[in-house]
């Protein structure tokens, strides 16, 4: 039986919907970098390679995040007014004391749930840092992580 998205959306227009979707996953990860980013350092030295394990526990971390990113995101916009959303570190206290109150809590609230979400998803904090960082100059891993979401997403569950 075809569903009525089957009579809206062309299997074209499908495809471009699941691709879009995959592409604002692999932003999100880089905005997790730059806005309200997880806690952890990350070692400096030469990136690690990434096997097939924690592609798959990356891309499933991501998408996981990604509505607690944005609700975070737009309940510190509310609270913050027309003004541009500092960068968030979550283990950086400075930045998140920077916010008022009601938007430090919303923060720490993200950092901890993201914190949980990488964990459950079988990454440490770190070894999840350290993938996004590499995600942004090894085009071959992006590609991965990119058709993983692809997958996870056409599967319509994310394990």
């Known amino acids: 039986m075809k569903n009525i998205a089957d ?6 227009w499908q495809k471009i919907l ?3 979707l995959s592409y604002s996953a692999i932003a999100t990860a880089s905005l997790v970098a730059s806005v309200l980013i997880v806690s952890g ?10 096997n097939n394990d924690e592609v798959n526990n990356y891309a ?5 995040m990604e509505p607690a990113r944005q609700q975070a995101f737009d309940e510190i916009k509310k609270i913050i007014g027309g003004s541009e959303i500092p960068k968030i570190i979550c283990n950086d206290s400075k930045t998140i ?5 009601k938007a430090q809590d919303v923060a720490v609230n993200y950092c901890n ?4 979400i990488v964990e459950d998803n079988g ?31 056409n599967s319509g569950k994310p394990r």
């Not at 004391?97 to 109150?101: T, Y």
């Not at 749930?113 to 949980?116: E, G, W």
């Not at 990119?146 to 996870?152: K, M, S």
């Open 123 to 153: 990454l440490t904090i770190i070894r999840f840092n350290q993938i996004t960082l590499n995600i942004q100059s090894d085009e071959n891993l992006k590609r991965q992580i990119y058709n993983r979401l692809l997958t996870i997403q």
């Open 41 to 50: 350092k990350v070692n400096a030295q030469s990136p690690q390679p990434v």
């Open 7 to 12: 009579f809206c959306f062309p299997v074209s």
């Open 113 to 116: 749930r993201s914190q949980k």
């Open 97 to 101: 004391s920077a916010l008022p109150k």
């Open 60 to 64: 499933q971390a991501v998408l996981a």
């Open 18 to 20: 699941s691709q879009s």
